[in-house]
Nanobody, 125 residues
């Protein structure tokens, strides 16, 4: 069972990236999936999640209108499209499957099951 985040890189401010979170050993279509990030010297923070039941999405206020989370069940992958990148988006990005009470939005998760290795996003001119 494994999650693997990829797609990070060095990009100029205003640029875009699409991060991928691929699962192996299990299927993501029944999972609530969250993206987190951790910048140097800062605590890890959740930035977005997508629910398993109806694909309802959640975004941290500072990334709304710039981040888009989606899933492709055929590819067993969840994506995070990041547009209009800012230097403050620089961080290691991780994906994780979330524990959520049935019927609750993914943002109300109470724990996680699997974490993927992160992918570095650096925004700099």
């Amino acid at each position: 069972v494994q999650l693997q985040a990829s797609g990070g890189g060095l990009v100029q401010p205003g640029g875009s990236l699409r991060l991928s979170c691929a699962a192996s050993g299990f299927t993501l279509d029944h999972s609530n999936l969250g993206w987190f990030r951790q910048a140097p010297g800062k605590a890890r923070e959740g930035v977005s999640c997508i629910s398993s039941s109806d694909n309802t999405t959640y975004y941290k206020d500072s990334v709304k209108d710039r981040f888009t989370i989606s899933r492709d069940n055929a590819k067993n992958t969840v994506y995070l499209q990041i547009d209009s990148l800012k230097p403050e988006d620089t961080a290691v990005y991780y994906c994780a499957t979330l524990k959520v009470v049935v019927g609750q939005p993914c943002a109300n998760y109470y724990g996680w099951e699997y974490w993927g290795k992160g992918t570095q996003v650096t925004v700099s001119s």
